[in-house]
């Protein structure tokens, strides 16, 4: 199935919660469905999805359950949870039902997307060019040429930026995804940031360049090559 605009199935009873995941990634590229419950979700296993993002807590069911039926009809899509307990025996809890990851709530929109796009391009069959993967079960950054782990603040960054391909994020969009809670940062602290990502970057060859936008901000632009060299004021 072709990842170009990836098909989710979003359930999630939360109704505010449920129509702002629809609507942010449907602007990050996603085509979503999204339903309330668990037998909405059931009623849908004909249906072809990329990958599948589970509230645990749903008003007919334990996400968790849900996700057990779901293989059991042979649905194979990686499954993302969102899950409001993220201490270990419930994530150790999600994974033995079948699911593929996890993201505790209160949750970041750039993190959900960095996770589903690395599930997905996980379940995709390999193609000639591997883009940089964000890889949240190791915390690192990976490619076909080699992985550098990465801080939380370096994860944060780089799930910012990658979500938004093409697009300059100005500093204060890239504080906000970097540093959660209204945390003051200075220019230079962020700068610093992105040139530790731009040595990781091509520590792995990865195929893209993260760009500086004089006075502005910085652009995650993907491409076929590495990003090679490092270039005085990019």
Known sequence: ???ERPRLLLVEDDPDLRELLVRGLHEHGFAVDGV??????????????DAMVLDVGLPDADGRDLCQALRAAGVVAPVLFLTAHDRLPDRLATFAAG????????????????RLQSLIRRAAPPGPVAPPLLDPVVHGLSTAHGSEALTPTEFRLMAGLL???????????????????GSRVADNTLDQYVARLRRKLLAVQAPGLLETVHGVGY???????GPGPAVPGR
């Open 36 to 49: 309330e419950d668990a037998a909405s979700a059931l009623r849908r296993t004909g249906l072809a999805y």
């Open 1 to 3: 199935m072709s990842v």
């Open 219 to 225: 652009c995650w632009r993907p491409g076929p090559e």
């Open 163 to 181: 979500a938004a391909p093409g697009r300059v994020l100005r500093r204060p969009e890239l504080v906000r995804a970097g540093w959660p809670g």
């Open 99 to 114: 699911g593929d990851d996890h993201v505790g709530k209160p949750f970041h929109l750039a993190e959900v997307v960095a």
